[in-house]
């Protein structure tokens, strides 16, 4: 893979990182997207886990030490939530690995839908764990799993919005310029 195929990739993703910036919904964000987007691009796969990681631990610190510093909810890259949500992050590429060795509307769709619903099982199950406010048991979990579901829409909205426009923007710059062309893992 190309140094420019590479910065470009790195570029979409940033992109995508600063738009955490912008005023949102809960769980809109474009997360999940990324990861599945460095996932079926970078061709070194450890760039597919440290781009999307360091973005996100970067942003985080800015988010939370400067922009969210008189709400800070315990759930955040300083407390045990951190292990949760990178956690989420690092399954979501490994099901890009699997699912996006060829890039497809239907395997990205497909792949937007997963990762919303791998952040949403285990992003909730560290709530579960970390807050007092859910008892640790079974029902307490349940419970838990409830009071998200309200906010599992935004999370799939974020993830298929924010894919079709890294995978959509990504294959148009690809149609557009083929020099950028990214080089695809053996199916």
Do not use: Q
């Amino acid at each position: 893979m190309s140094k420019k195929s590479i910065y470009i990739i790195a570029g979409f993703i940033i992109f995508a990182v600063l738009s955490r910036l912008l005023p949102h919904a809960y769980n809109f964000t474009p997360i999940g997207a990324i990861a599945l987007f460095g996932a079926a691009y970078f061709s070194d796969k450890k760039w597919a886990l440290i781009v999307p990681l360091a973005a996100l631990w970067l942003s985080d610190i800015y988010l939370n030490n400067i922009v969210y510093t008189a709400y800070f909810d315990g759930f955040t890259w300083l407390t045990g939530g951190f292990l949760y949500l990178y956690g989420s992050i690092i399954m979501i590429v490994l099901l890009g690995y699997v699912l996006l060795k060829k890039v497809t509307f239907g395997r990205v769709l497909g792949g937007a839908l997963g990762a919303s619903v791998i952040f949403y099982i285990i992003s909730n199950f560290g709530v579960w764990v970390g807050s007092p406010m859910y008892p640790l048991t079974f029902e307490g979990l349940i419970a838990c799993y409830v009071a998200a579901v309200p906010f599992f829409h935004y999370t799939i909205a974020g993830n298929v919005i924010y894919s079709a426009i890294l995978f959509g923007g990504y294959e148009w710059l690809r149609y557009r310029y083929p020099s950028v062309a990214p080089v695809y893992t053996e199916s």
